[in-house]
């Protein structure tokens, strides 16, 4: 396969994989770590029931999907598999910027997700692949 052709694939997957990862992952830790009693995902004004262990899941459902996007993309790329780590983690981070500007979130929570959920959990996944740079 074109090495080119592979690298779009690799970063296509990786980034699919982190879109429905996140979803799934949310709904299921949601479903460990309920949140209030009033709380309605479809209002934004129910958000500030949340507290720091609801915000968590989000932050999970941000995280671990970038680290298994970013692992997958390294390992089906032809070459600069960080590269396609990264990119995947820039895709996702976009996600979540746009997501931070819409919900209405502590800015404690808005600064440890977009900082840490996103560059370096796709960079973590480079590194768990072992690929070259």
Do not use: Q
Not at 60 to 67: K, R
Not at 84 to 96: E, P, W
Request: hydrophobic share 60%; with cysteine.
């Amino acid at each position: 396969m074109n090495p080119t052709l592979r690298n779009v694939l690799a970063v296509l997957v990786g980034a699919v994989v982190c879109i429905v990862l996140n979803g799934l992952l949310l709904e299921v830790l949601m479903s460990l770590n309920p949140p209030p009693d009033g709380f309605d995902p479809n209002k934004l004004d129910t958000f500030g029931l949340l507290r720091a262990k609801h915000l968590m899941n989000a932050f999970a459902a941000h995280a671990l999907p970038t680290v298994f996007g970013g692992l997958l993309a390294a390992l089906i790329a032809a070459r600069r598999h960080r590269a396609m780590s990264i990119i995947v983690g820039v895709l996702h981070l976009v996600g979540g910027i746009i997501a931070a500007a819409r919900i209405p979130a502590p800015f404690w929570f808005i600064a440890l997700d977009l900082v840490m959920a996103y560059l370096p959990m796709a960079w973590l996944g480079w590194k768990l692949s072992r690929k070259p740079v």
